[in-house]
């Protein structure tokens, strides 16, 4: 009964933390389009926050492993408050660079939370557990995106042309608020003083010895492999999908009106990507058990390749959201099944260290995605969709030398 309550109060943290998230992100590419920003400015900042949760997560997933995973949590869903609020106030692109970095110096939320999930779930409901998160990131994704759809274009109507993020930042602010109550009042630690990693290092900023620890790891190095890769594929869409949208439905962000219609349709189209991945999440748990988590990796991965690949083809609205779905489950199916297999391959006493290097790789990926797809975007806007779907290709091949043993069974991809 307190797993699963401490497993309940853990969903609502990533559910609120995403959905502060899925506010804000939609809206980006609105806000740099309207300071005039490039493309690549525009994947400068999306890849600030990964550059720095590529430097302060596994500094923070090292530290869940010495101090526990609660006061972690605590110092990064305040960062994200604070990074937040910042965001309201920023009328200027250096003003967004800034809540972008600082909301990534705390940056651990999601892999801290998968290390606490992994504490106290059995390794063979550790799919489904993680599957949970997805499902918290789903629904934030169907709620946050829909609330910055409806939120942003009053902020434009009452703050001016570049005013809604007032508004916008003040609402994410508040879901981040909800999220550092619940980790300070209702959730207990879960990582017991005996398991935890003896202090015998310094914390450092870089520490090269965890990468090269999981490096050494056959099974461990694989997979780390496959999810830089697969991630670095999908982050593409990260810097250019707003910029995709206002494009594809020749929308003006420059005046209150056409502001107010490019964040209503973006934020749908977000939305829907959201509703689709809660989904996805869904079907999980019941597929892994059936097929493997190997295979339905490698299920994700084609879906996304097919998706990219089919995107930038879109006539219309219609049709970009019907090529959404299988990017959306594809997306669903990776994101549960890679830190589960992770975190089963990986020691209790590390388990925090090498999701923490997983989402160290994963925010460098974030950084190389978003910084090439913003590139190439502005020569062309089908090429970076189709590059993102060559990564995908290449994370399939990465796959077949993923070892074929989980929870003692045989696997085959």
Known sequence: MKRDK??????LIIFFDLLAFGIVIPQLGIYARAFHASGLLQGLV????SAMQFLFAPLLGRWSDRIGRRPVLLVSLFTSFVAHLLFAWAHTLTLLFASRIVDGLGGANVSTAQAYLSDVTPPDKRSKAMARIGMAFGLGFILGPALGAFVGPWGTHHFGPHGGNLAIGALAASCSAVTLLLAAFALPESLPKDKRHPAETPLRLVDGDSLRAAWHDHALRNLLLVSMVSVAGFAVLHAILT?????LLHLE?????GAASAQMRTGYV???IGVLNFFGQGFVHPMAKRVGEIRLLVTGLVLQAV???????SGGLGMLLLVCAPLAVGSAFCSAVLPALLSLYSPPTRRGEILGVNASLGSLSRIGGPLTGGFLYDFGHYIPFWTGAAMCVLALGLSRALPRTVHGREETS
Request: hydrophobic share 65%; proline share 3%.
């Open 253 to 257: 962000v420059n005046d209150a009106a």
């Open 243 to 247: 910029f995709f949208i206002i494009d």
């Open 270 to 272: 977000f939305a829907w």
């Open 307 to 313: 998706a990219l690949t089919l995107m930038p083809l």
């Open 6 to 11: 401490s497993q309940g109060i853990i969903f």
């Open 46 to 49: 999306i890849a600030s926050y």
